[in-house]
């Protein structure tokens, strides 16, 4: 059999006798069966073009915001350890706490409820369950809708009004400003029927008791000891603060800071702006929008791990008991709610300039954006 004749250390010889430069490979003594991929050959051409120039400088990573991609995922492997960490660590707290006798005899005398006025209704009625899921609808393409026009820097699409055509704002802002309105009209009416009807006792404290009450809820929770309310008859304290100040101070809060950024805002009231600055009403907006996040997240969580089918009951079919045991099997709420995210998913991927654009040709002109 024929041998190769062996490489010498040096590699082999040119024709011309002279050495092989440092930078040439050496030829292979075998027939490769591995080849270069088109990214690799690029990256080959293109170190023996700049041969005897500085090195290229690696690429730079994509990023998302300030991080990369890794960056992000390893932040939030982090966070979330750090927040396991702290709720177990508030959760040990909280149960060594209630377990001294001074906080037995406090949870004892304030159980965490009580009792509403003479005459307050017992029941959720179906208005309030049609009422929440607009609102829960409107909301939600509300927020994603702000943070669009938070992060957007070169709009697609504008709308203006035909009647002032010079004013122009994007279809995004146009959807956010829109669903507003909605969100405004549900909420007053929302509120006139609370009135009419008496449900307000169920969200207006009426008793200096909701405090020490509150405190007892949060310290159940923050246990892992559910409080044992019946949402049909009356919501622990911490709940009733809790819907009392999102229907109260944070949703006009939304609506007020809301409209001195709009258009509707009147620009040459200079006495009145210089009052309520519009510097003030951008600082609060976005945090307010946060607290509905946070509140929309914590009461779904809550909704769910409190006894989801019962919940649910309450307020997607209206049906309970004062007896906080019966309708457990009924399936209705649940049904009736998945539907409701299969409307708000539906809605969600809906709100895209191609199903906007002839919606807001309604109300006035739409444009694209003109050059590059």
């Not at 060594?96 to 409820?113: I, K, Q």
């Not at 208005?127 to 899921?133: A, C, L």
């Not at 949402?231 to 101070?249: K, P």
């Amino acid at each position: 059999m024929r041998r190769e004749a062996p490489l010498s250390r040096g590699g082999p010889s040119t024709s011309s006798g002279a050495k092989a430069s440092s930078g040439d490979r050496e030829p292979l003594g075998f027939t490769p069966t591995v080849f270069l991929t088109p990214n690799a050959e690029r990256w080959n051409a293109d170190r023996v073009e700049r041969r005897g120039k500085p090195p290229l400088a690696p690429p730079e990573p994509c990023r998302v915001g300030p991080f990369t991609r890794a960056q992000w995922a390893g932040s939030i492997v982090v966070a979330a350890a750090a927040l396991v960490f702290v709720a177990a660590m508030v959760v040990l707290a909280t149960r060594w706490l209630v377990s001294l006798d001074t906080m037995r005899e406090f949870l004892d005398a304030y159980p965490g409820t009580y009792c509403l006025p003479d005459g307050a209704p017992v029941g959720i009625p179906a208005w309030v369950g049609w009422q929440h899921f607009f609102n829960v609808f409107l909301i939600v393409l509300i927020i994603r809708s702000g943070l669009r026009v938070r992060t957007e820097k070169r709009p697609t699409a504008f709308w203006s009004p035909r009647r002032k055509a010079n004013r122009k704002i994007s279809l995004n802002l146009w959807l956010h400003q829109s669903l507003d309105i909605l969100w405004l009209v549900n909420g007053a009416v929302f509120v006139i029927l609370l009135f009419a009807t008496g449900q307000w006792m169920r969200l207006v404290p009426t008793s200096g008791e909701v405090f020490p009450n509150a405190l007892s809820a949060a310290l159940q929770y923050a246990s892992l000891d559910w409080p044992t309310e019946n949402g049909w008859v009356n919501y622990n304290s911490l709940q009733q603060l809790t819907y009392f100040v999102v229907v109260f101070v944070a949703a006009p809060l939304a609506a007020i800071t809301g409209a001195r950024m709009s258009g509707v805002w009147p620009r040459d009231a200079k006495a009145l702006n210089r009052a309520y600055p519009v510097e003030l009403a951008r600082a609060l907006h976005f945090p307010v929008m946060v607290v509905f996040v946070l509140f929309i997240v914590v009461h779904t969580a809550l909704v769910f791990a409190t006894g989801a089918l019962r919940n649910l009951n309450h307020m997607y079919a209206a049906q309970g008991s004062v007896d906080p045991t019966a309708y457990a099997g009924n399936w209705a709420g649940f049904w009736i709610f998945v539907a409701s995210l299969a409307v708000i998913a539906a809605g969600w991927i809906a709100a895209r300039p191609l199903v906007l654009a002839p919606i807001a040709r309604l109300f006035g002109t739409v444009t694209g954006r003109q050059g590059g």
